[in-house]
């Protein structure tokens, strides 16, 4: 079974600092993805950021990055330049292969981010 | 586009009553996926749908759970008779054709609480 660590339960950054948000993941697949979500206190879940297995690049998607090291099986989410907004819970994700050929989510148990002024 | 839309945000109701969750999905996405979020358990797929039909329910909890996809723009997750462990929220999440890999939208969920 896929399985993804997420070992910072909660986090305290000051302002206009980056951020590096822990996730570790175990899968014996050669082909997989994996995902970031913000979910802010409103509760919804808003998609960040997404890495291939086989992209060579890391992705990024504004000040999102994904520090992706794949011998490691790490996919560290980045925020450089912290906001006061960027307060939320954050979860880690992996694509898993679903019955009837789809892809579903595994997820993290997540990160509460706090951005102190 | 208006997002995937879900319906009620926030649902109390008592044990044994029947409850049932709407979601509509972003037009031309023809993967629906229904998602549950509780303390314990964190996020767990229960149900997804590709073109209208149920593919895949393993994650359904029990019978009392039940699902239906009548069209391209409307799903619902039923609960009946409710009990109080089924207080949790629930998220629809919807993908392109053929981009399930690549991301799923989220509605903004519905906050169930079962008295």
């Known amino acids: 079974a896929q399985k993804i660590t997420q070992t910072q339960p909660g986090m305290f950054v000051q302002e206009k600092e980056a951020v590096t948000l822990d996730c570790t993941y175990d899968?014996?697949?050669?082909?997989?993805?994996l995902f970031w979500y913000k979910q802010p206190s409103s509760g919804e879940m808003i998609f960040l950021i997404y890495?291939?297995?086989?992209?060579?690049q890391n992705a990024t998607e504004g000040r999102y990055s994904l520090n992706f090291q794949k011998a490691r099986k790490s996919a560290n989410l980045v925020i450089s330049a912290s906001q006061l907004g960027d307060s939320a819970m954050y979860f880690c994700?992996?694509?898993?292969?679903?019955?009837?050929?789809?892809?579903?989510?595994?997820f993290g148990k997540g990160t509460h981010l706090i951005i102190q002024p | 586009d208006a997002g995937v839309i879900q319906s009620p945000r926030h649902e109390v109701t008592e044990m044994g009553q029947e409850v049932t969750l709407r979601c509509k999905p972003i037009?031309?996405?023809?993967?629906l996926f229904w998602y549950r979020q509780t303390m314990m358990r964190g996020l767990e797929l229960l149900i997804y749908?590709?073109?209208?039909?149920?593919?895949?329910d393993s994650g359904m909890p029990e019978d009392r759970f039940s699902a239906k996809m009548p069209n391209a723009s409307f799903s619902t997750l039923k609960i009946q008779p409710s009990e109080p462990r089924d207080s949790a929220v629930y998220f629809c999440?919807?993908?392109?054709?053929?981009?399930?890999?690549?991301?799923?939208?989220f509605g903004p969920g519905t906050r169930l609480l079962v008295l």
């Open positions: 999440a919807s993908s392109p054709p053929g981009r399930t890999q690549e991301t799923q939208y």
């Open positions: 899968t014996s697949d050669q082909s997989y993805g």
């Open positions: 890495q291939g297995s086989y992209d060579e």
């Open positions: 994700a992996m694509r898993e292969a679903l019955k009837g050929g789809a892809d579903g989510l595994t």
């Open positions: 037009s031309g996405h023809d993967y």
């Open positions: 749908f590709n073109n209208n039909v149920p593919i895949d």
